[in-house]
């Protein structure tokens, strides 16, 4: 196996939960990419179109250094925070993903009584969520809505599309 191609194992620890008392919607991707995981913070790729979105469905400037991603979500009540906890890795590389040991949703619900909407970043994060989460994300009340990937990746939707799809969330 070359090392490009070498499993490597991943625990949510390097960039925890963001979430405040306010938050009212919880955006779940699948787990943070390599870039992500270096600036330590959600959506860190340069050309993660998240941010972009977001800011466009709400119709302000993109914000760009993390302080600013930070107080821009907190003033839309948004929370974000993946699927996945623990996980066997390449990359940033969804597809290879293996031994998958998810969030404990239950804990967050449970502390963060605020959060209405669970949003699904991502067709990874939809598989991975509706195995292990849905049944107990719905005891509790809260809507689920999926959304597509922001990711560079998912080449196929441009941003307006993004924005067209996101608007669920707002």
Known sequence: MTKANKYTHITHESIPLF????????????????????????????????????SSLFNEEEPIDIDDRKSFLKKHRIALYDVIYECDIISSSDASIKNVIPIDIKSIL?????????????????????????????????????????????????????????????
């Open 110 to 170: 449970d502390r963060y009584t605020n959060i209405k909407t669970i949003a699904i970043n991502g067709n990874k994060a939809k598989h991975l969520y509706d195995k292990y989460l849905l049944q107990i994300a719905r005891t509790y009340g809260v809507k689920t809505i999926y959304l597509p990937s922001t990711s560079p990746a998912n080449a196929r939707m441009n941003i307006d599309d993004l924005i067209k799809a996101y608007s669920l969330i707002k």
């Open 19 to 54: 979430i405040d008392d306010d938050s009212t919607i919880l955006i779940l991707g699948s787990l943070p990419s390599v870039k992500s995981r270096e600036v330590g913070f959600y959506y860190g790729h340069p050309y993660n179109r998240f941010f972009k979105v977001l």
